[in-house]
């Protein structure tokens, strides 16, 4: 009997017709749609494991996921056959033999969001960015985003009842730029809660609107209250952009 190896894949996909990542019971899921394909392909079931969950509306640039086969892959090969099989709005970018410990979620170093929001009308990328009629002050959201750094328990942007043993986060970067006439909010950390991402950017789009101090952010984090933070943003602005790991996991 051949021996078991794992993978990793990068995969791409557009969220907006999916209902998140994670399979669940009476909604298609991106893990659904990417395990009917990897199936098909190898003619038995395959089951993956990715990364992170990412919510109903929410887009990768990058996610990775693992998963185990006993039989050999020719990688060109297999990435021509795997996309032609999978939807249109995924695709699988890479794929490298890691040891058998390795894996997608615990692995990982880091994860990166990246959220779009643009202040004029364009209907070619209205699935990919949150429309915004007014002009937040970038300078005030990037005072207050730099207050992120400053803590580690974010409950205030947790969705509630969420099934966490703790709502600790290490945010080892957060900001905006202004970037082809978008305005993007990056962040980088160890770990995400259900939801952060997009109330983090609707809180920071409030005070960049001179709703909320910068200064208030303190107390919106230590209050760890859902109600004291922002709304939620569009899920359709928000892109799972980066997931890290240490090199020597990887064995080709």
């Given at each position: 009997m051949s021996e078991s190896k794992r993978y990793f894949l990068d995969i791409s996909y557009k969220g907006t017709r999916y209902h998140g990542w994670q399979i669940q019971e009476n909604a298609f899921t991106v893990q659904e749609a990417?395990?009917?394909?990897?199936?098909?392909?190898?003619?038995?079931?395959?089951?993956?494991?990715?990364?992170?969950?990412t919510d109903t509306g929410v887009h990768a640039y990058m996610q990775i996921c693992h998963f185990e086969t006993e039989q050999d892959i020719d990688?060109?090969?297999?990435?021509?056959?795997?996309?032609?099989?999978?939807?249109?709005?995924?695709?699988?970018?890479?794929?490298?033999?890691?040891k058998p410990d390795a894996h997608a979620r615990f692995s990982a170093k880091s994860r990166s969001y990246i959220y779009r929001l643009i202040l004029q009308k364009n209907p070619f990328i209205e699935d990919y960015v949150w429309r915004h009629y007014f002009n937040p002050d970038v300078s005030r959201m990037?005072?207050?985003?730099?207050?992120?750094?400053?803590?580690?328990?974010?409950?205030?942007?947790?969705?509630?009842?969420?099934?966490?043993?703790?709502?600790?986060?290490?945010?080892?970067?957060?900001?905006?730029?202004?970037?082809?006439?978008?305005?993007?909010?990056h962040i980088t950390a160890n770990r995400f809660l259900r939801g952060m991402v997009r109330a983090i950017?609707?809180?920071?789009?409030?005070?960049?609107?001179?709703?909320?101090e910068p200064e208030e952010m303190h107390?919106?984090?230590?209050?760890?209250?859902?109600k004291k933070a922002g709304k939620s943003a569009p899920a359709c602005g928000l892109f799972f952009s980066k997931i890290e790991y240490s090199e020597d996991i990887y064995l080709d």
């Open positions: 990417l395990e009917a394909g990897l199936s098909t392909y190898f003619r038995t079931p395959i089951p993956v494991m990715g990364s992170g969950r990688k060109e090969k297999f990435i021509r056959a795997i996309n032609g099989i999978l939807p249109k709005d995924i695709s699988i970018n890479s794929i490298r033999k890691v990037n005072a207050a985003a730099k207050i992120l750094l400053e803590h580690n328990d974010f409950e205030c942007f947790s969705k509630v009842n969420t099934a966490v043993k703790h709502f600790r986060c290490e945010i080892k970067s957060a900001h905006w730029e202004q970037k082809d006439g978008e305005l993007q909010f950017v609707g809180t920071l789009v409030d005070i960049g609107l001179g709703k909320i107390h919106i984090i230590e209050s760890r209250n859902r």
